[in-house]
């Protein structure tokens, strides 16, 4: 089994229209999760990345560094 480059991901995180948090991995295209608190989003989010991961290996794909910063600006 193969070694993830990265124990560490950026996730952001941010309420959608029905009031549960969504969690979303940037640097795994296509990996979300969500919770009713916050808490329940990053747990849920940690076992959505672990499967992710886990896919690509059986797939042989290569696993996405997480080179995601996140800021912000203020504009007009």
């Keep these: 089994m193969l070694t993830p480059i990265s124990q560490k991901r950026t996730i952001l995180l941010y309420p959608d ?11 795994l295209p296509g990996c979300f999760s969500q919770g009713q608190t916050k808490k329940e989003a990053l ?9 992710h991961i886990e896919v690509l ?3 042989g794909e290569l696993i996405p560094e997480d080179n995601i910063e996140v800021t912000s600006i203020f504009y007009e």
């Design 17 to 27: 229209e029905d009031g549960y948090i969504i969690a979303e991995v940037p640097s």
């Design 43 to 51: 747990d849920n989010i940690q076992e959505a990345i672990n499967l």
């Design 57 to 59: 290996q059986e797939r």
